[in-house]
C-alpha cells in the first residue's frame, strides 16, 4: 500500500491544485503544523481504494469549499485518533462501503454516489447547514450501522411553522401547526430498539429518530417517518405502530404505542393522541395530531400470533450449488415459502416454492438448492404466505458462488493473521484477472488486480491487520468470470 503522509515536517500545504488523488493508499494527516487547504469549489481531494487517516494534534485538514470524495470498487476506512470535518464529502464505492471508525462532521454535503457509508459506532455530525443526499428508497445504498453498534447521524436545523420536508436529508419530516419548534437537534439511529412493549417482536425496526425542540409545546405536528427495507429486520410493514420514549432510549420500560392505526388497535393504557397512516410502496408511515417530541421508531402492532416465527435463514456454496435452508420455530395458517434470488439485490425473480406446514409449535426444517447461481455474488431472499394470501418478506442474504466451487484454489496459512497465499491452477491464459475479498455479509472489502498464468499460479496478500477478524470468501476472478472461491478465515 503506498502512503501519502503529511506531517509537521511539511509546514503547511495549500490545494490550489484541481485535484489531489491518492490511488490504493493511505492518506495521513500527522504533526501540529500541517495544514491540508480543499478552499475552492472545484477543489477536490479524491481517495481511490485508499483510506483517510487523521492523526493529527490539531485541526489539519482545512476544509474550504472543496471536496473529499471516496471512489473505487473497495472498502474505504475514514479514521486515526482525531475527528475530521469535512465541507463536502462524497462516496462513490461501487460494489463496497465507506466505513466510519472516527466521528466527522460534514458542513455541506454528505453524499452517496455508489455504495453504502457505514457508521460503524461513530457519529456523521451535519451541524446546522449540511444535509445528507443520494440514499435511495425502499431499497439501496444507504447510511446505516450494524444492529449491535450505535453509529448516529446528527443535525440541528431551526424548525418553523408549516412543512418541514426531509430535514436534513434525513428522511423525516415535520408538519408544524402553531407555535414553531425553533433550534431543533435530530438525531438518526440504526441500531434497533428493545423493549417488552413491542407487542410481539420484542424489538424495534432498525431506526429510529431523537427529536429535541428549544420550543417544548403550543403547537401539533405530523411527521413522516421513512424506512429502508434493510431495516425490517422480519417486521412485517403492514404490522407497524408506533412507539415514542420519553426518556429518549434510556429507560426500556417506558416505551408508548400511539396512534392506533394502520394495524391497531392500541393496547389500553396507552395514548389515544394521533392517527397513523401508510404508504408501503414508498416506506413512509406517518403520524398525525402529535404534540410530544423525543425518541420514535416503529415496531409491531401484532395483538395475534405472527404467522411463523422464523428460527434460521442460511446459505452456503457447495461444488458451485447454492444450499438454502431454514428453520421455524411455529407456523399459524402458514400456506407456502417462496424464496426469491437476484444478480443485484434490486431486481427479483423466483426461485421456487415449498410447502409450509399449516400450523405448527415445533421447530421445522426446510431447505431448498439453486443449482445454477449467478455468476459472482447472488442474493436470495425467503417470503412466507398465508391462506389467506397475506405474505412476509424476510431480510435478504448474498452469497458469492460459481460452478468452479472451491476446487483448485489453496489458501495458506488458513486462518490467517497479517497475510495469505493463494495458490491454483488453470488451463487457459485470461485477461483482466483480480483477487477479491468479501465479509460474510456478502460485501466486498478488498481487490487486488493480479496476473494469471496458464498453469499453477501463486499470488501473496498483505495488510490484513485493516479487516475485522472473522470468516471472509476469497475470489479469483477473470473478467465478469468467476475461477475459483474459498473460504478465508481471519485473526489477530
Known amino acids: 500500500m503506498n502512503i501519502l503522509k503529511y ?20 492518506l495521513v494527516l500527522s504533526g501540529a503544523a500541517v495544514r491540508l487547504n480543499s478552499n475552492g469549489a472545484s477543489a477536490q481531494i479524491v481517495l481511490q481504494n485508499a483510506n483517510w487517516e487523521n492523526n493529527a494534534s490539531t485541526a489539519s485538514f482545512v476544509p474550504g469549499t472543496g471536496t473529499v470524495l471516496f471512489s473505487g470498487g473497495t472498502t474505504a476506512l475514514l479514521g486515526g485518533t482525531q475527528n475530521s470535518a469535512f ?8 460494489g463496497a462501503e465507506l466505513q466510519l471508525n472516527r466521528d466527522i462532521s460534514v458542513s455541506n454535503l454528505a453524499t452517496l454516489g455508489a455504495g453504502d457509508i457505514n457508521l460503524q459506532n461513530a457519529q456523521m455530525d451535519l451541524l446546522t447547514t449540511g444535509s445528507l443526499s443520494g440514499e435511495v428508497y425502499p431499497s439501496g445504498r444507504r447510511v446505516y450501522c450494524a444492529d449491535n453498534q450505535n453509529g448516529r447521524i446528527r443535525a440541528v436545523r431551526s424548525l418553523t411553522a408549516g412543512a418541514n420536508n426531509d430535514i436534513a436529508g434525513l428522511a423525516l419530516s415535520l408538519t408544524v401547526s402553531g407555535a414553531a419548534p425553533g433550534s431543533t437537534t435530530l438525531f438518526r439511529g440504526h441500531d434497533r430498539q428493545t423493549s417488552t412493549a413491542f407487542v410481539g417482536a420484542g424489538t424495534s425496526i432498525g431506526r429510529y429518530y431523537d427529536i ?17 427495507e434493510l431495516e425490517l429486520y422480519g417486521i412485517a410493514e403492514s404490522n407497524f405502530l408506533f412507539y415514542r420514549s420519553p426518556s429518549y432510549g434510556i429507560t ?9 392505526s394502520p394495524a391497531g388497535p392500541l393496547t389500553p393504557g396507552y395514548p389515544t393522541a394521533g392517527t397513523a397512516s401508510q404508504n408501503s410502496a414508498a416506506n413512509v408511515v406517518s403520524l398525525s395530531g402529535i404534540n410530544s417530541f423525543s425518541r420514535w421508531t416503529l415496531s409491531n402492532a401484532l395483538t395475534t400470533p405472527l404467522p411463523i416465527e422464523l428460527g434460521s435463514f442460511t446459505a452456503a456454496c457447495d461444488q458451485g450449488q447454492v444450499q438454502l435452508q431454514w428453520s421455524t420455530v411455529s407456523e399459524v395458517n402458514n400456506a407456502y415459502f417462496t424464496i426469491e434470488r437476484s444478480a443485484d439485490s434490486q431486481n427479483w425473480e423466483i426461485l421456487g416454492e415449498v410447502p409450509g406446514a ?15 447461481p449467478f455468476t459472482g455474488m447472488s442474493y436470495y431472499r425467503l417470503k412466507q404466505t398465508d391462506y389467506n394470501g397475506d405474505h412476509e418478506v ?4 448474498s452469497i458469492p458462488c460459481d460452478p468452479a466451487g472451491e476446487k483448485g484454489l489453496l489458501l495458506f496459512p488458513n486462518p490467517a493473521d497479517q497475510a495469505f497465499t493463494a495458490r491454483f491452477i488453470v488451463t487457459e491464459a485470461f485477461t483482466d484477472e483480480r483477487i477479491s475479498l468479501f465479509d460474510m455479509t456478502g460485501r466486498k472489502v478488498s481487490e487486488r488486480s493480479v496476473s494469471i498464468e496458464e498453469g499453477a499460479n501463486e499470488y501473496t496478500q498483505t495488510e490484513l491487520g485493516i479487516f475485522m477478524p472473522g470468516v471472509y470468501t ?19
Open 358 to 372: 399449516g400450523n405448527s409449535n415445533s421447530q421445522l426444517q426446510y431447505g431448498l438448492t439453486d443449482p445454477r
Open 394 to 397: 424476510f431480510a435478504p442474504l
Open 7 to 26: 506531517s509537521a515536517s511539511l509546514a503547511a500545504m495549500l490545494l490550489l491544485m484541481p485535484a489531489l488523488q491518492a490511488q490504493n493508499a493511505r
Open 212 to 228: 429535541t425542540p428549544t420550543v417544548s409545546s403550543g403547537y401539533t405536528y405530523t411527521f413522516d417517518f421513512r424506512y429502508h
Open 87 to 94: 465541507y463536502n464529502l462524497t462516496s462513490s464505492k461501487s
Open 474 to 492: 476469497v475470489r479469483i476472478s477473470a473478467g465478469s468470470k468467476t475461477l475459483y472461491t474459498a473460504p478465508l478465515v481471519i485473526r489477530h
Open 252 to 260: 426500556t420500560s417506558d416505551w408508548e404505542e400511539w396512534g392506533g
